[in-house]
């Protein structure tokens, strides 16, 4: 079993709300990774980071921002949720390459 | 872009029997090429890989093989059990890449 953890599992929100994805590793990995899927779907990459302080937009436009404090921690922020950004959210970190990835089980979000 | 393109979408087959998922690859300076198995539920979970510089891999009932001349690759899994019912991703890295390039999935039910 992989040691990433997200949190919360499901979140259901009012529009306008802001939010943050909690997401933990305790592998040490420097690259973690935020994903967006809608469920069985193809996933995009969003936010990545290489290292404490380093983040990067992926290619999926997002209105969503991150931060890398700690190597450990990678949360994800909306400042505003609206109905467009109901999707599920994966994290992921690596301590090789990007294909090389753990996953956590993701967070379910639904914006109302 | 660099893109990833994977057939079938959806794939049922009963058990004890093979299935086959192929992709084809755009870019040619990919040199690694994961498969993930996401179960419902789930975060995509790396389940066999293979390197450009070797044309087959196998781990017990799965399979992978990669044509770099074609850009093709594929997952083979013999005497199917229900327990593979799953989606599973093909993806491509390239070389030195920061991202990876994820298909857009397939939908394996494996009929008891």
């Known amino acids: 079993e992989a040691d990433i953890y997200q949190t919360p599992r499901y979140l259901v929100i009012g529009t306008g709300k802001k939010i943050t994805l909690e997401c933990s590793q305790t592998m040490g990995h420097d690259k973690m990774y935020w994903y967006q899927q809608d469920p069985g779907m193809e996933l995009h990459l969003i936010h990545y980071s290489y290292g404490v302080n380093s983040t990067e937009k992926g290619d999926l436009s997002s209105e969503s921002t991150v931060s890398r404090i700690r190597t450990e921690h990678f949360p994800l922020t909306l400042e505003s949720a609206r109905p467009s950004h109901t999707s599920q959210y994966l994290c992921?970190?690596?301590?090789?390459?990007?294909?090389?990835?753990?996953f956590g089980q993701g967070t379910r979000l639904t914006v109302v | 872009g660099e893109n990833v393109e994977q057939h079938p979408s959806t794939l049922s087959v009963q058990e004890g029997d093979s299935a086959v998922i192929k992709c084809t690859y755009s870019d040619s300076a990919s040199n690694y090429f994961p498969w993930y198995k996401q179960e419902l539920g789930k975060g995509p979970q790396l389940i066999i890989d293979?390197?450009?510089?070797?044309g087959e891999k196998k781990d017990q009932r799965i399979a992978v093989t990669l044509n770099k001349t074609a850009k093709h690759f594929s997952l083979h899994i013999t005497e199917t059990q229900p327990e593979d019912s799953a989606v599973y991703f093909c993806?491509?890295?390239?070389?030195?890449?920061?991202?990876?390039?994820f298909g857009a999935g397939t939908r394996l039910f494996v009929k008891a």
């Open positions: 993806a491509a890295v390239p070389l030195g890449g920061f991202k990876t390039i």
């Open positions: 992921a970190s690596s301590d090789e390459g990007p294909g090389e990835a753990f």
């Open positions: 293979i390197r450009s510089n070797v």
